[in-house]
Structure formats: structure tokens, C-alpha cells
């Protein structure tokens, strides 16, 4: 999984089972767990995905979930939003 995100992209497969391949805009560590901002290669319009990593990120036995917690997701939208300014300032 750590490195399928630090070659760039990743495959998931939607609820009908159908594969879309994702670019990694950034990957993030907070709080000592894992997230991955994630914009679409089929449609780069479509809203950024932001996902957590579950399991160890340095084996296969990691998986991308989402965010159920709405407090955790404010949390890790804000850190990407301040990492992309910072990055868009430079």
C-alpha cells in the first residue's frame, strides 16, 4: 500500500465493483495515523477524496477507508487545505 501512494496513484473500486484510478495529491500523517488526498484521473473535476489509512502502512495490509467521524474530517480537511496554501504560496 505505502508504496502504491508513493508512486502516485491508486485503484479503488466504487460500490458497483467498477475500478477508478486515483492520482495521490499528498499524503498527510496526524495524530499518528495516515491520510491520502486523492483526485480522480478519469475526472480530475470531480471533488478531491480525502481517505484514511487503516493497518500498516508499510505492508499489503493496508487498506484506504473513509472518514466517519465529522470532528476527524474538519480536522484532516483543514491540515490539507493549509498544506495545499503553503504549497500554493511557494
Do not use: C
Request: charged content about 40%; proline content about 1%; aromatic content about 6%.
Amino acid at each position: 500500500m505505502l508504496d502504491d501512494l508513493l508512486m502516485g496513484q491508486v485503484v479503488l473500486n466504487d460500490e458497483q465493483g467498477k475500478e477508478e484510478t486515483f492520482r495521490v495529491v499528498r499524503v498527510l500523517e496526524m495524530q499518528e495515523k495516515h491520510y491520502v488526498l486523492l483526485q480522480s484521473i478519469d475526472d480530475p473535476r470531480d471533488d478531491l477524496l480525502i481517505l484514511r489509512v487503516e493497518g500498516d502502512v508499510e505492508s499489503d495490509e493496508a487498506t484506504l477507508v473513509g472518514i466517519d467521524d465529522d470532528e476527524e474530517w474538519e480536522e484532516v480537511a483543514e491540515a490539507f487545505d493549509e498544506l495545499l496554501f503553503d504549497i500554493d504560496e511557494d
